[in-house]
Each structure stands twice: as C-alpha cells, then as structure tokens.
C-alpha cells in the first residue's frame, strides 16, 4: 500500500522545469528534459579521454537528479526495473566528468572516467565491441559483424556470478 | 490501399537475423538488431575526428539497411514520419566512416564524417551544444544550463525555410 501510494504521488510530480515553448527548449538556459512515456530518458556515456562510445542507456527522473548530485552515473535498468548505481557490483563506477543536453531536451550526453575499467556486462570495455560492415549487401539475415576488441576487460561469471543476464532477446 | 498492403506486408517481415539465443547475440559475429515496439533503435552519431556526439537519433529496418548499403546516414524522423535522408535538405551529409552494435544489439553506434559543417537543425555543429552543471541542486526546476558552442555553423531560417520545427514539447 504503502509503495502504490508513492508511485501515485511520482506520478503526478514533475522534477524538472516544465516545457513551455521550443524557442525556450531549444535556445534557453534552463535545464527542461523530456521524458518518454515510460518516464526515461536515453544516455549516451562516453568516455573523457578516448572519446569512445561506453554504452547506450536510460535514466528516470531520479536517476539524472542523483546523477547531477553525486557525479556518478545511475541509470534506470529496464530489465531489472531498478534505479541502477553503475558500478555498484563489479566495482567499474562512472565518475561523471561532463553532462550535456540536446536541442530539444530528450537526450543526455555524458561524458565519465572509468580508469582502465569497463562499462559492459559482458566483459569488454566498451558494450559497441562489434562493427558492422559497410557497403552492398546480398542477404541482411547473414551480415557477419567484426569484434574490434580483442580481450575482455574481466570475467562476467565471477563479477555477477548468480545474477540474471540483463540482456533480453 | 496500395500503401495499406504495403504497410501489412512489412509488419510481418523482419529484415535482419532472428535473435534465437542470449550467446548469439552477446558473442556471435551475426547482426540480428532489436527494434523496439515502434520499429526503431537507438543511435549514437559521433564526429569520426573529434569524437564528440553529434546527435541521437532512431534508425527503422530500412534506415539501417540504407545507412549499411550507402555508407551515408538514413534515420527514422519520428516527428515528420519519413525515412530521412540525413543532410538531404541542408547539404550536410554525413558519411559512414564506422558503423557498431552494441552488446545486446539494441543500440547503434554510427562514426561519421561531416567536414566542416553541422548536425543540429537549430544551427550548430552538436546537437549537444549546452551543459549540464554538476553538484548539489537547490531546486531542480532551476537548473542552469551553459552554451558550450559560441556560434552557430548555419542560419535554420535561411535553410530550413518554410518547414516547421521538429522539436516537440
């Protein structure tokens, strides 16, 4: 009960300034992010030094205020459906060098120091360890992708040994 | 009603491989990219030279396909509904120099070339053109975003004439 009465009451406050015209959104100096209908908003985390791309992912209103506030990434986790202190388990915390808007206020850049850690659950550095190649293609069901990273940065089973694999099919 | 049977067919097509096991997606060299209920994946464009993001955009099936096959970037126009020809309108293509998948391949990552010229319809280089301060936070619907970009690359009235702004609010 006690839990349907917050979320109620999330439901209904707004943390950030409300969006009243584009000229202000788009040109004006105060921070007014748009949220999707499922109340997050997509992150793009790159890192400081190589300019690398670390990992795609989402923040709830909560996630970006604790962001700003403590200058550690958190995100919201779709798949575990929590708000998500990156690094908290296999110790790879994201020390938040720079955050930046877009235009219209519906994607964050931020740009972190993992050391000579990693961001990806699977292991490697970066979570965009594959390319894609690029020109013709004959048959899109059978487009082989390269991986550009050669060793994992460490083992996944003994970091979450027990814990769910996140990714979804 | 041609449309219609078009529209039909192409629901019921799917594009790229089958996503049939976690191991495959995560550590397989087969692109097998999940769109979301809309149709669309996320993705993170980067200035090939600098690093820096440019913008965040959706790609549809056919957009990705498109962006493989001509090595120059197509992207879902949520706001217009149109297959996008990026740089169409303003001249400022962006060609493909890499193109990644992330991990559970629901993101990509597009490196991309675009000379001198500007990614953001509101006239500057970034789309990311403000920042966000860090630290504590007195009142959230006050924060104070800096301009990092001191001038815009393009004049949007002059180019985008006529056509009306795809920010939403």
């Known amino acids: 009960m006690q839990i349907a009465i917050l979320s109620f009451f999330h439901y209904f406050t707004k943390m950030f300034k409300n969006r009243e015209s584009i000229l202000e959104v788009e040109e004006g100096n105060l921070l007014s992010p748009k949220f999707n209908d499922e ?9 400081f030094k ?4 670390l990992m795609h992912g989402y923040m709830n209103e909560e996630a970006l205020k604790k962001t700003i506030e403590t200058k550690e ?3 919201w986790s779709r798949s575990r459906k929590i708000l998500w202190h990156k690094g908290k388990t296999s110790g790879f915390v ?4 720079e955050l930046r808007v877009d235009d219209d206020q519906d994607a964050i850049w931020m740009s972190v120091d993992i050391g000579d850690g990693a961001s ?3 292991g490697y550095r970066s979570c965009f360890y ?6 013709a293609v004959k048959d899109t069901t059978q487009i082989k992708i390269k991986f550009k990273e050669k060793e994992k940065k460490f083992d996944p089973k ?3 040994k027990g814990q769910p694999n996140p990714t979804k099919l």
Do not use: F, M, W
Not at 50 to 53: C, K, L, N, Q, Y
């Open 39 to 47: 109340g997050l908003i997509p992150v793009i985390t790159t890192d």
């Open 130 to 135: 594959r390319s894609i190649p690029l020109g």
């Open 120 to 122: 990806c659950h699977v």
């Open 73 to 75: 990434a958190y995100y």
């Open 158 to 160: 003994k970091i979450y």
């Open 50 to 53: 190589s300019g690398e791309v």
């Open 94 to 97: 994201q020390k938040v060098i």
